[in-house]
């Protein structure tokens, strides 16, 4: 299939999926953007730019159609693909609309943690494919339609993590492969969105709470420290559940695998955990140190430090909704 044949469906008007419909584009696909009715009249118009680590893209106005996200018309619904990029706690309120139509595109999910994959199945029924994925690039958004690249260390794993065929998913691969974004289909995509879970949840709440980047978290003895410790009882908790341990301990995970991924690339990236904070957006805390916190307990292990994480995060976010209602 040309990618000129291929339509898909990006759902969020934020970074990631300003970014993805970017790069769709570019690889030549026929894309249309989901976003809340509010936002159509800011994004119409105006061209889409993709700026930074991934290069330099420009998408003209009118390139990218525009979709109110709650009511999906019949050609979103018969997209060859959707691609999900909203927070995993939204992820059942964004299907909904799809359930309700009885009908959904096969799904990529670009979503931080686990759990999103379970809920989209249980959303919209077994009929649509749901393919998972592990992404380590950083995004920003600045004013509308303008993403900035800040942060890449792997492409966009794309696997079936509850056992779909792949075919579709290796088309939609096959297609991206003219775009900017390297994307590749990973048969251990459980193992992949574990090792990333264990990066954001180490690096993500502890770069909200502090306002640190990435490369002051690990250069600063004490925020390092902190890291080391959450690295510790989330490789205990995935050993014990998936038989995977990526590094011997805390320590050496940050020694030997968190430099290596931070200081090339990602020394002057933010925490988006922070960015959602800043902008009073619920974050995924519950599906990164809430994750890990539920494996521990299943296993009768402890999880002291995520649950204190998580506990000042949402402190922090209740701060804040007081702050503004005030």
């Not at 390139?63 to 997209?79: E, H, M, N, Q």
């Not at 979503?111 to 950083?138: C, F, K, L, W």
């Not at 995509?189 to 502890?206: D, G, Q, S, V, W």
């Not at 999880?303 to 506990?311: C, D, F, K, Q, V």
């Amino acid at each position: 299939m040309s990618g000129d044949d291929y339509h898909v469906a990006v759902f969020g008007g934020g970074s990631v999926g300003l970014c993805l419909a970017a790069h769709f584009a570019v690889a030549g696909a026929r894309v249309t953007l989901l976003v809340r009715d509010a936002s159509i009249p800011t994004l119409r118009g105006k061209p889409i730019t993709v700026t930074g680590l991934l290069g330099d893209h420009t998408i003209p106005a009118g390139t990218i159609a525009l979709c109110d996200a709650a009511r999906p018309t019949d050609d979103v619904l018969g997209a060859d693909m959707l691609a999900l990029t909203t927070k995993a706690q939204d992820v059942e309120t964004a299907l909904k609309p799809f359930a309700a139509a009885g009908t959904c595109p096969p799904l990529l999910l670009l979503q931080n943690g686990m759990g999103s994959a379970e809920i989209a199945r249980q959303t919209v029924g077994p009929g649509a494919p749901v393919y998972s994925t592990a992404m380590m690039i950083g995004m920003v958004r600045g004013a509308p339609g303008e993403v900035e690249v800040t942060a890449q260390a792997s492409p966009i794993n794309c696997g079936a993590l509850l056992g779909d065929a792949t075919g579709l998913l290796d088309r939609m691969i096959d297609v991206a492969g003219a775009g900017f974004i390297p994307m590749r289909h990973d048969p251990a995509i459980r193992e992949t969105i574990a090792f990333k879970l264990l990066f954001n949840c180490c690096m993500n709440p502890t770069g909200a709470l502090t306002g640190q980047t990435y490369g002051e978290l690990l250069e600063n003895p004490d925020s390092r420290a902190l890291i080391v410790g959450l690295a510790d009882e989330a490789l205990a908790a995935f050993a014990a559940a998936f038989d995977y341990r990526p590094a011997a301990s805390g320590q050496d995970y940050v020694d030997t695998t968190l430099d290596k991924i931070v200081f090339p690339r990602g020394i002057k990236h933010r925490s988006s955990m922070l960015q959602d904070l800043q902008a009073g957006r619920t974050t995924e805390v519950d599906f990164l140190n809430g994750a890990v916190i539920r494996i521990a307990e299943e296993h009768g292990l402890s999880a002291a430090r995520h649950e204190t994480i998580l506990s000042l995060i949402k402190a922090r976010a209740a701060t804040g909704e007081a702050t503004r209602a005030g």
